[in-house]
């Protein structure tokens, strides 16, 4: 997507899209209850990632929409239980495909009781492995809408799985629209998701709804004691008060294309500036021996671990945000660092397009030249950076509110209900 097509967007997607262009059906009728949602994810807590990100705001924002929802997800070894509203099933580790991966075990037929006691009126996947089939199951059984979100891009994690990445693409297209044909409706966090969903041949109908963001909780220093807060931070790391800090958040792992960021800062060769990677993951060592490599290890930081309800804190602390992930569905790093007042300097995908507005939030670049030469900008001019701290702020508040979100996924709930209602109605029929 072309850098005026970001320009003339006015949200950061498209909210609620049918991209197979299915009109939506009337209200549905109110219930005797609250609706039921049970939202189903292979990923939760205490993982930290994109997906459980986008769950926990689901779940909020229905919950104060005044569903009933509830989850169903893997617990982190094989025994299943329940607790406030989460059922874990037992499970196991899938580390050597994937770090912190796990698969569900079969068992688990008191958890499988108690969700069809309780009658879920629309189930919503999150995942395309284990707990999809426990969605498939539910929904099958009681006959309501199955919406699934397709959160990953898994043609970039070929690498995990194949030897060949043409033969892992098709691989994906193939697992993809089998799994999707079994659901109702499906939600793509982006148009890049929906045109790629398109094009492997998905035709179940296709909505476009970006994850939202809290944005009491990602936001700009608004105090002495965060501001303080922030100047720590950066003193634990050994950052001059002079220094100005390129931030990354993120997954230490290869498919977010850290190896470039490393060498774009390389190339730039900015001694007053430090990148400080927040994350952790399995190819931390590969990173710091490139950082070494390059000749830039004392311009370099790792945080390890960091406990996500610190992850606002150390988006204060940034000066730019940076990344060259291709990887991403929608980019929610980009949309928090966005929202936490940081200009924007990332490699160019279309999944940012909606996001990364050129020359107002910041740049999207193509290469070493681009890189050093928005980065020279903004380091250079501080009023400039200012004033794109201001504008990255205010489009986040204008474009990915968290309430907007959860009612976007509620439509499509009804959508999915009011098209399954004729089908209801014929099965429940008794000849006279």
């Not at 939506?24 to 994109?50: M, Q």
């Not at 079969?106 to 009781?113: D, T």
């Amino acid at each position: 997507m072309r850098s005026g097509d970001a320009n003339a967007r006015t949200r950061c997607e498209p909210r609620g899209v049918n991209v197979n262009r299915t009109p939506p059906g009337p209200p549905a009728t109110a219930s005797e209850h609250p609706l039921r949602v049970l939202l189903t994810t292979d990923w939760w807590e205490p993982v930290v990632n994109g997906v459980v990100a986008s769950v926990q705001t689901l779940r909020r924002e229905l919950l104060a929409l005044g569903c009933d929802v509830r989850v169903l997800t893997l617990s982190q070894g094989i025994r299943a239980r329940n607790e406030d509203g989460v059922y874990r099933i037992g499970s196991v580790s899938a580390s050597m495909v994937y770090d912190r991966a796990r698969i569900g075990m079969p068992s688990g037929r008191r958890v499988l009781r108690d969700i069809l006691q309780w009658r879920p009126d629309v189930v919503h996947s999150q995942a395309e492995f284990s707990t999809f089939m426990w969605a498939r199951r539910i929904a099958r059984t009681l006959s309501v809408p199955l919406v699934h979100t397709y959160h990953t891009i898994y043609e970039d994690y070929t690498h995990y799985y194949s030897p060949s990445r043409t033969m892992g693409r098709k691989v994906v297209e193939t697992f993809s629209r089998r799994v999707l044909s079994r659901t109702d409706a499906v939600i793509a966090p982006t148009t890049k998701v929906a045109r790629l969903l398109a094009g492997y041949g998905v035709h179940r109908p296709l909505h476009v709804i970006p994850t939202g963001l809290d944005l009491d909780r990602f936001r700009p220093a608004r105090n002495e004691q965060e501001h303080a807060d922030a100047l720590a931070l950066r003193a634990a790391l050994d950052i001059g008060p002079q220094q100005r800090v390129l931030l990354s958040v993120s997954r230490l792992a290869k498919e977010k294309n850290l190896d470039e960021v490393l060498e774009m800062v390389a190339v730039a060769d900015r001694a007053d500036a430090v990148l400080v990677l927040v994350g952790e993951g399995p190819y931390r060592a590969e990173l710091e021996a490139r950082a070494r490599a390059l000749g830039i290890a004392e311009r370099v930081r790792f945080t390890g671990v960091v406990d996500p309800a610190d992850i606002p804190r150390w988006y204060r602390m940034g000066d730019v945000f940076v990344g060259a992930s291709l990887s991403e569905t929608q980019g929610l790093t980009f949309i928090e660092a966005m929202a936490s007042g940081l200009p924007l300097l990332c490699r160019r995908d279309p999944s940012l397009a909606s996001v990364v507005v050129e020359d107002v939030t910041g740049w999207q670049f193509e290469g070493p030249g681009q890189f050093t030469s928005r980065l020279h900008s903004l380091l250079d001019d501080p009023r400039r950076r200012e004033q794109m701290a201001r504008a990255a702020l205010e489009r986040a508040r204008t474009t990915c509110d968290a309430q907007e979100f959860g009612r976007s996924v509620l439509d499509v709930y009804q959508q999915a209900r009011q098209r399954r209602a004729p089908l209801l109605a014929r099965r429940e029929a008794v000849p006279a």
